[in-house]
């Protein structure tokens, strides 16, 4: 039996496509999120689908493990723009 390389960088960003796209089908829970999986998406390998549900996990557990900071009234003040000389250029 062959079996492909799993490119964590596509897991990666698939799964926080998805759970932005849909984050009241996924939870903390490995297995409801398989379950998950199979409806909103075709992945046709067991071990891709489990790669992906098990980041989700991670992923909402982390997210809402997170405190919410309220933001301060001096983030919502205009900020002078900077010259061209003070942008990173890449």
């Known amino acids: 039996m062959l079996m492909g390389r799993i490119k964590t960088d596509k897991v990666k960003r698939v799964t926080s496509e998805l ?18 999986l199979v409806g909103l998406a075709e992945i046709r390998s067991k071990k891709l689908r489990n ?20 933001r301060k ?3 919502y003040s205009e900020r002078p723009e900077r ?3 003070e942008h990173k250029r890449y």
């Open 19 to 36: 759970v932005e796209a849909y984050p009241d089908k996924f939870y903390k829970e490995f297995a409801k999120n398989k379950e998950a």
């Open 83 to 85: 010259s061209e000389r």
């Open 51 to 70: 790669f992906i549900a098990g980041y989700a996990s991670r992923l909402k557990s982390r997210r809402d493990d997170l405190p919410v900071r309220p």
């Open 73 to 75: 009234l001096s983030e």
